[in-house]
């Protein structure tokens, strides 16, 4: 099992920025990929970022190309997202997740709220 703990959400005015970082604990070893997802109120959860296990590949929602940035510290067993020029509609909560092991098994941090107003 992989155990994920979020941090670095909170409340920025439009234009700024923020960085959120995922570190994972447990079973890291069978960890194939990683990313961001967020779930705004009403709607469904959208995939934001990925990244893969030796940060060979990256993915990106076309809504945040441009702005956001997916990276990792393998010696820190962490996952970055680094935000910049946020938007309104980037207000959400940003939940960390695991791809793990031969049956691609999903694990999920406990979310982080991010707020973008003025």
């Known amino acids: 099992q992989v155990q994920l703990v979020e941090s670095g959400g909170g409340l920025v005015q439009p234009g700024g920025s923020l960085r959120l970082s995922c570190t994972a604990s447990g079973s890291i070893f069978a960890i194939n990929a990683m990313g961001w997802y967020r779930q705004a109120p009403g709607k469904q959860r959208e995939l934001v970022a990925t990244?893969?296990?030796?940060?060979?590949?990256?993915n990106y929602a076309e809504s945040v190309k441009g702005r956001f940035t997916i990276s990792a510290d393998s010696a820190k067993n962490t996952v970055y997202l680094q935000m910049d020029s946020l938007k309104p509609e980037d207000t959400a909560v940003y939940f960390c997740?695991?791809?793990w092991g031969v049956g691609q098994v999903d694990y999920w941090g406990q979310g982080t709220q991010v707020t973008v107003s003025s």
């Open positions: 997740n695991a791809n």
């Open positions: 990244i893969t296990r030796r940060s060979e590949r990256t």
